[in-house]
Structures are given as structure tokens and as C-alpha cells.
């Protein structure tokens, strides 16, 4: 049996050195179009000026049609740290022993049993555990992308999306935002914290020679979820 045994184990990285590795699919930049607002037809005056076209002096620049582009200030951290310390005890002790037994000295049913020599049985259990645990995580990331409006929403609500897709020597990094945003938390130079952003994704994904380092081999991830120890 241990043999067989031993045989497995060297065959297993044989049997499964063909399995492919599926990684996780990387975002794709929103490059499609988004749909444009229905603009009513409006009876031609016969003037060049276009005011739908045109850029006003004073009028606000803010992003707030389907398609208009603003900027997302990304500016997230996030520190959680949890602690947990547990201390249980438990002691018991048992003592049994016969006084009496219709007038006898001896018991029947236990051989060399004496009534009234003290105790027959005499128990003691303890058990003591400890437990102690700390776990402790930081993040943060600091960038501005450039996004579009693809759904205009009542109540001044507007749904955006952006990414950015940024590739140096051989490494790809992408940068995938979108939420909800208000129409009155959009400054006067058309940007928005992403913290005032409602149902706020924001993502970071990276691909190359440093994101492979940073990953534990084939052979570790296989013995990983096979090994029972």
C-alpha cells in the first residue's frame, strides 16, 4: 500500500504538468460609444450659429449629457485591522466510594472491593486553550481618469465609466473606474472625488513580468489544493 501510495505522489506532478492555468480575464477599456441623447428637430432660422454646437462664455462646462467626458479623481485608502484573543480553562474531578451495602463488607459485583475503604474510583481531566490571532491590511491607490457619462438618471444622478490602459516594458496596467456620480458633487472644473461616487467600483489590474513574479508557481499552486496536510 505504501508503495502505491509513494508512486502517486511522484505521478502527480507528471499527470497534471499539461493542466493549463486559467488566469482571470483582464477589463477591456470601454471603447464603444455610448449612446447619444435624442435631440429634438428644431425649425432651421436660416443663421449659421449652431448654440447647441457652440461653447458659451459663461455657460457650465460640467460634464452632464450622455457622453460628455469628466475627470475622476481616484484617491482611496483603506486600513482594517482585526484582533482576536481567546483563554478558556476547565478543571473537573470525580471521587466514588461505597459506605454501606446491605450490611456486607464486600461488593459482589467488584472483585477485592472493600465497603468503607475510601474511595473505589477517583478521576481528575483538565483541558486548557489559547488562542490568539491578528490580521492587518493597507491599501491605496492615488490616480485621475477620465470618464464618460453613458446614463443620464433622474435627480441629477448620472452613471459614468472609465479606464485607462497604461503599458511600459512589457507591463500592462489597467485602471478600470465607474459609479454614480451628482451632478452637484462635480466641481467647477469639471472633476469628482472618487469618494463621492454611489456604487463605486474601482479596480487595478496589472500584467507582465512583475505580476507573474508576484504569483506562486504552477507546481506550488497544484500541491497547495491537493495536499491534505
Known amino acids: 500500500m505504501r508503495i502505491y501510495l509513494l508512486v502517486f505522489m511522484l505521478a502527480l506532478p507528471v499527470l497534471t504538468g499539461c493542466r493549463t492555468t486559467s488566469r482571470p480575464p483582464m477589463p477591456t477599456a470601454v471603447v464603444t460609444p455610448p449612446p447619444q441623447e435624442r435631440v429634438s428637430a428644431a425649425e432651421n432660422p436660416g443663421s449659421l450659429f449652431d448654440p447647441d454646437g457652440a461653447t458659451m462664455l459663461f455657460a ?35 471521587a466514588l466510594g461505597v459506605d454501606a451495602y446491605l450490611g456486607k463488607d464486600k461488593l459482589p459485583l467488584i472483585p477485592g472491593a472493600t465497603v468503607g475503604a475510601g474511595d473505589l474510583v477517583r478521576a481528575n481531566s483538565s483541558s486548557t486553550f489559547a488562542g490568539d490571532g491578528e490580521t492587518k491590511r493597507e491599501s491605496s491607490i ?39 456620480a451628482r451632478d452637484r458633487d462635480i466641481d467647477a472644473d469639471n472633476t469628482i472625488m472618487s469618494t463621492s461616487l454611489a456604487e463605486a467600483r474601482i479596480e487595478l489590474y496589472g500584467e507582465g513580468v512583475l505580476a507573474d513574479k508576484q504569483r506562486p508557481g504552477w507546481l506550488a499552486r497544484i500541491l497547495d489544493n491537493v495536499w491534505p496536510f
Open 60 to 94: 457650465d462646462a460640467r460634464a452632464k449629457r450622455v457622453g460628455d467626458v469628466l475627470l475622476i479623481k481616484v484617491m482611496e485608502s483603506t486600513l482594517s485591522k482585526s484582533k482576536a484573543e481567546t483563554d478558556a480553562n476547565r478543571g473537573s474531578s470525580m
Open 142 to 180: 492615488t490616480t485621475t481618469v477620465a470618464a464618460r457619462v453613458t446614463r443620464v438618471l433622474g435627480g441629477g444622478l448620472m452613471e459614468v465609466v472609465g479606464a485607462r490602459e497604461t503599458r511600459v516594458n512589457g507591463e500592462t496596467q489597467i485602471v478600470l473606474v465607474q459609479g454614480v
